[in-house]
């Protein structure tokens, strides 16, 4: 299931995803604070090792 949706803004550590398996409970969180762009694939389908599952457009913290 997912914990954030198109357009949110996160931040880093943030909980993302948790994915079901094996009846336990994986919680995937954000690498980098930024905004969510995609998430795929849809509740219920199987996913692969190694897939993307949220994009993160990453916010830079320098001062322009």
């Known amino acids: 299931r997912y914990l954030v ?36 694939p849809h509740v219920g389908q199987q996913v692969a090792s190694g897939q993307v599952m949220v994009q993160i457009d990453v916010m830079n913290n320098e001062a322009a």
């Open 5 to 40: 949706k198109d357009g949110d803004q996160v931040t880093s550590g943030q909980g993302l995803v948790v994915i079901e398996a094996m009846k336990m409970e994986i919680w995937l969180s954000a690498k980098a604070a930024g905004v969510v762009t995609a998430i795929t």
